[in-house]
């Protein structure tokens, strides 16, 4: 895997991660629905540079509801 693309991955875990922490936080349930939901206002708020992460989180977590 080339560095570029492990920087990536790890960019997209920590949002998710984030996205995890707030939802337990506020104990709310930790369903993909939720999870995803939480993602796109994160996105929204974040600016420009990071947008980016949020949007391939969000399309992982697609991919993966996808293949199961």
């Not at 895997?1 to 936080?25: P, R």
Request: proline share 3%.
């Amino acid at each position: 895997m080339s560095d570029e693309k492990a920087e990536n991955m790890d960019d997209i875990h920590a949002v998710i991660g984030h996205a995890v922490s707030c939802l337990l936080k506020s104990d709310q349930p930790l369903q993909l629905d939720h999870i995803t939901a939480l993602l796109k206002q994160q996105e929204e708020a974040a600016p420009v540079q990071l947008k980016q992460d949020y949007v391939n989180a969000m399309s992982k977590i697609a991919e993966k509801c996808l293949a199961s």
